[in-house]
């Protein structure tokens, strides 16, 4: 698949655990993750729509910084 390890595995982020383990699709951690559809400035500034309104339709797979801890 295009998609091969190129969004974070949801369960494996939040649980620290994928019943998937190695066959699975999605990336478990940053490090898994591939690089090429990664925006140039990927979290390197703070999103706007987030700080404005609190709430931003990418959630987790937004470009840019929602938490200062990212
Ligand atoms: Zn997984
Ligand atoms: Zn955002």
Same mark, same amino acid.
């Given at each position: 698949?295009?998609?091969? /390890?190129? #969004?974070? %595995?949801? $369960?494996? #982020?939040?649980?620290?655990? !994928?019943?998937?383990?190695? /066959? !699975?699709?999605?990336? =478990? ?9 990664? =925006?140039?400035?990927?979290?390197? #500034?703070? %999103? ?8 931003? $339709?990418?959630? $987790?797979?937004?470009?840019?910084? =929602?938490? #200062?801890?990212?």
């Amino acid at each position: 698949s295009s998609r091969y /390890k190129t #969004e974070l %595995c949801r $369960p494996f #982020e939040e649980n620290g655990f !994928c019943k998937y383990g190695d /066959k !699975c699709q999605f990336a =478990h951690g940053e490090a898994e993750l591939r690089n090429l559809n990664r =925006h140039p400035k990927y979290k390197t #500034e703070r %999103c706007r729509t987030f700080h404005s309104t609190g709430f931003c $339709p990418y959630g $987790p797979r937004c470009h840019f910084i =929602h938490n #200062e801890d990212e």
